[in-house]
């Protein structure tokens, strides 16, 4: 009997360790309009850094962001979190409908207008936690704005996602 409680004590001694080292790093996809491939690296239990490759405007964005999270009482507790941060984003867009024309006016001699982007990002969100299978999903609200690319200034606060994430 004192060999089972012993075994109990050490399961429960060295669990911790293996849970706190649980969510260190997640890999996922994010649909909408900043829609691509999110890398999200966690500092501690409720500080992150998230990377997003985005494909928007026909063109690429990188967008380095810093969240906070914050635990959701009551019965989801443990699983449901909501989060805020903010970030920057760099890149180019590639706008189609504005052709160049070089001397002519032939349309095979035009071509798409390609600008480079900086910027800056919001974030809020809220993110449901599967521990069992190492999966998430979540609803953010990621409003931005732009500098240069099209437009000199470019405010967009439409900018809803769904994500999808695997932790490891």
Do not use: C
């Amino acid at each position: 009997m004192k060999k089972n409680y012993l075994l109990l004590l050490l399961a429960v001694l060295f669990s911790g360790p293996i849970f706190a080292q649980y969510m260190k790093n997640s890999i996922g996809l994010r649909g909408g309009i900043s829609e691509g491939i999110t890398y999200q690296r966690y500092l501690h239990e409720h500080r992150d850094i998230k990377l997003l490759l985005s494909f928007r405007d026909n063109g690429t964005q990188l967008t380095l962001m810093s969240s906070k999270y914050e635990s959701v009482g009551g019965r989801f507790k443990d699983n449901l979190y909501f989060y805020y941060g903010m970030g920057v984003h760099g890149g180019f867009t590639r706008n189609v409908n504005l052709l160049w024309h070089f001397t002519s006016n032939h349309p095979e001699d035009s071509r798409p207008v390609t600008r480079a982007v900086i910027g800056a990002d919001g974030l809020f969100g809220a993110e449901y936690r599967i521990y069992s299978v190492p999966l998430s999903f979540g609803l953010e609200y990621k409003p931005f704005f732009d500098l240069f690319g099209h437009r000199i200034f470019r405010l967009a606060l439409g900018d809803l996602g769904f994500t999808f994430r695997y932790h490891f």
